[in-house]
């Protein structure tokens, strides 16, 4: 089975995995609420900006892909 990372990554479920995962091992070893926060905003921040960059690549595909089938058909 093959894991299509380019919707894994933009998925929001994904995120909120990967942070919860974060806070559990953080819990674990202690780590302060302050830091905690730090490094759930960063995480958050990442999975956002990573979200929209592969959407916007999805969307730009697609619209190359229907200039370029509008092109054939006036030819």
């Known amino acids: 089975m093959k894991i299509n990372w380019k919707q894994k990554l933009s998925s929001r479920k994904f995120w909120a995995a990967i942070t919860s995962l974060v806070v559990a091992v953080f819990a ?13 905003a960063l995480v958050a921040a990442v999975g956002a900006l990573t979200a929209y960059i592969l959407s916007e690549g ?5 619209r190359d892909t229907k200039e370029e089938e ?3 058909e006036t030819k």
């Open 70 to 72: 509008k092109d054939e």
């Open 28 to 40: 674990i070893f202690g780590v302060d609420k302050l830091t905690t926060e730090q490094v759930i």
């Open 58 to 62: 999805y969307v730009d595909a697609n």
